[in-house]
């Protein structure tokens, strides 16, 4: 055999090993990963849903408000109640109406988001689903299948469903909480009140809950895991790989974030909410998950998506009323769309299922935005525009979506450094607009009033 031909067939043979090997590995090519992530680049615009036990005690303990700011899912932490004591409470104040679903369903429709990633179990233990693995459920405790409910009104209205799933547990018996510094439970620094514990029971059953949830609720678009610390993340504390090969297995076009893991190989710097790093390595997950945060710019080749809450807590609290104003959501909306992120929204239903009135009149406002300027946000990528002193871009092929937050008094606005041939220039809320090459740039000639106080859209064609 000649050389060449040798090497090629040495070339070609070690190809087939790889063909082979790869799928094995769960290693995916970046245009499945393309494809598989597609949906989920294009919504932009996703609602969060934090609801269970701790929606009904509403920030109050004891006939006392425990906080007027912080995330009141943490309620039982900061009470630091053990789980009988906690259920005995909240329990009884947990009653969802008959129709909570199709309302949470409704309002995630008419307020333009494209999918709704909700608490099937946060820290707190219960599960909202009909689990075989425990009698801390839905199933158990309401006889009703809360999951089953919320995934058929999501359904319904056509949109794409996400699970929370807390891998911290403050209910499980064998949870062993001891073996980290950093995350939180309500007994941290006291023993275990059932002797030892044996942490491989609880992977067991947090495998057994997750099993059950990608297996028996239809497609599951979503899987948001929360949440590891550098002291107890990944494969050691929660059997990640198996977790993500489980879920991959049962749901093969899942998306998933990145919160099994806590290094920076998985997009983390540190711990806190904004530690995050502008890298990620597929085998820990899809996207990272900046909270409470924007970022300063976007992240080339990381798909990224902020959660943000409407005031200051996720679960629902009577004594939080910092609420955000509609221009403020609407404008991070944007910034985030910009960046070329997603924007995941929280909404924290009361204990009976109903959304607080201030949420349900934000989510209409950023609906009603969107049904004029959605094409400018859906779809879009990263606008090659940055720092415009006036607002934002956004880009769809060859269309430029300028968002203004200022509008000019002068009735020029100056896109500094375009300089491209424009064929259209038109509002989103209706009418041509002119615009012209000018010494700094392209210089849009626009009315003298807004169409819209929060953001107008001006849509250009480019050549
Ligand atoms: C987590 C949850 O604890 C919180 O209740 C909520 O569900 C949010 C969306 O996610 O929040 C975190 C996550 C990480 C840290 C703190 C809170 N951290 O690393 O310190």
Redesign the pocket.
Known sequence: MQRSCRVLAAASCLLAVIAVIAPALGAESSSDRDARMAWWREARFGM?V?WGLYSGLAGTWEGKPVATSG?M??IQNRVKADTDTYANRAIPLFKPTKDFAREWARLAKQAGAKYVVF?SK??EGFALHDSKASDYDAGSVLHRDLVREIVDALRTEGLRVGF?H?V?DWHHDQYAYALSE?L?HPLKGQPYPNGTRDHAKYQAFLRAQVDELLSNYGPVDVM?W????QDFQGQEAWRAFDLMALARERQPTIIMNN?LF?IPEAGWK????E?YAPSLDPKYGDFI?P?QHIPDTGMPGVDWET?M?MNTT??YSEHDHAWKSNETLIRNLIDIASKGGNYLL?IGPKGDGTIPAESVAAMRAIGAWLKVNGEAIYGTSAGRFRNLPWGRSTTKGKTIYLHVFDWPSDQRLVVPGLNDRVRSASLLAGGEVKAAPGERGLVVQVPSQSPDPIASVIKLEIE
């Open positions: 969060f934090h995330g899912e943490w608490t946060h820290h929370y807390s911290i950093q939180p948001w929360d949440y590891s610390a919160r806590r540190s711990m806190g909410t530690g998950t909270e959660c809450t996720w679960g929280n």
